[in-house]
């Protein structure tokens, strides 16, 4: 049986349980997880690594506990959207280029720490919504995360394809969406997926990796 294990933050992690694996939350691994375990029964073991608030240097820092030690086949990380956030509300975010610079070695002790383990690197995403509009404390949060967010998007990019990793994108897929319903029914504040949100994620999952499963 193959492992996939999913790393990110608060969009992976979904409340998952952390003393049950079997139980990995209200996201899109899970909905991934029952796909392939109704598509191809009893070939993958899906465990969620995911900790809400992380940025690319908390994934990092514990990358040999929650990903190299579990000895997967598959890692597929979603992470950026703190790295803006966090410098907004905190101002303990992720500059660009040092998020690159630590996405890049991430991947790279990966593939030296797992040979042969496929590589899975999906696009961070914002929308307009409650956590992300203008608001009078932060009269230009929405430009902030809209640029910001494209410039780990971009970094993500980029360093998927320096490692071979497959790459899901996501914001345009969004974008989308919202053609056919509002920002909200997609991502409730603007970050966090709804039902919806999720389930688009896991189609766009699915479609990526293709017959590599």
């Known amino acids: ?12 992690d979904a409340q998952r349980n952390r003393q ?55 890692v597929s990380i979603l992470i950026g959207i703190n790295d ?16 690159e610079r630590v996405y890049d070695w991430l991947l790279q002790e990966l593939k030296d720490e797992l040979p042969g383990v496929t590589l899975v690197v999906l696009e961070p995403f914002v929308l307009p919504g409650g956590a992300t509009n203008d608001s009078p404390e932060h009269p ?10 494209a410039l780990r998007a971009q970094a993500s990019r980029r360093v998927a394809e320096k490692h071979g990793a497959v790459f899901v994108p996501l914001q345009k897929a969004f974008d989308e969406a919202c053609e056919k319903a509002r920002p909200s029914w997609w991502l409730y504040d603007g970050v966090h997926p709804s039902s919806h949100g999720h389930e688009l994620i896991a189609r766009r999952w699915m479609d990526a990796m293709g017959d590599r499963l």
């Open 84 to 99: 803006v956030w966090h410098e907004l509300g905190s101002g303990n975010g992720v500059a660009a280029p040092k998020f």
């Open 140 to 149: 230009d949060a929405w430009r902030f995360f809209h640029d910001e967010t």
């Open 1 to 12: 049986m193959k492992r996939i294990v999913f790393q990110g933050d608060s969009i992976t």
């Open 20 to 74: 049950h694996d079997e139980y990995p939350g209200n996201g899109y691994p899970t909905l991934i997880k029952a796909r392939l375990g109704v598509d191809l029964p009893g070939q993958y073991e899906c465990l969620n690594r995911g900790v809400s608030g992380d940025r690319i240097v908390d994934v990092y820092a514990r990358m040999r506990r929650d990903i190299v030690q579990l000895k997967p086949d598959i």
